[in-house]
């Protein structure tokens, strides 16, 4: 596996979210600064994507966010990035941000990280991309979404999800951990959780 150079983040655009999801999006936008990782993102200046940019850019690390024109019009783009790319469509925003990604994290969201996540969860299923899935389970935030996933399988519509296509992590802190064990490390999955 390739090493991990940027990494797409999907996550919500709300601002009235509890603190500890908005902490979450600051510690993994300095780590990932921190660990010289670029941030690919929905270009958003507000809620927990503007969180996690504005923390990556305060620890001199690298944000690339790709927004759609509708949106950048409505004055939410982050024009801080350090670099902003203006997509035509939704959907040429999600190609964006997958080709320009090494791997993919999931922070808490509404139903446009749902969209990106199961868009994208898809792709991997259907051979469209091998890059790793990682859903940041802050606070317990995903059971529901786990479960579902759970369901599906068991339902005998899907394959096994969990953890072929999808790593689920309990917090920031592991999440870094498996991107440096994904991009080299030596250690098992076991010793890092």
Known sequence: MPQIRSLCVYCGSSSAVDEK???????LGASLAAAGIELVYG??????MGLLADAVLAGGGRVVGIIPARLRDAELAHHGATELVI????????????????AFAVLPGGTGTLDETFEILTWRQLGLHDKPIFLVD???????LIALLDHIVSRGFA??????ILE?????????????EVSGG???RSELL
Do not use: C
């Open 21 to 27: 999801y908005r902490a979450a999006a600051t510690e």
């Open 43 to 48: 270009g958003g200046r507000v809620g927990l």
């Open 87 to 102: 997509a035509g469509s939704m959907h040429d925003r999600k190609r964006g941000m997958a080709e320009r990604a090494d």
């Open 138 to 144: 802050i606070a317990g935030y995903w059971r529901p």
């Open 159 to 164: 394959s096994a999800l969990v953890p072929q």
């Open 168 to 180: 689920i992590v309990p917090s920031v802190p592991a999440l870094m951990t498996l991107l440096a």
């Open 186 to 188: 030596d250690k098992t």
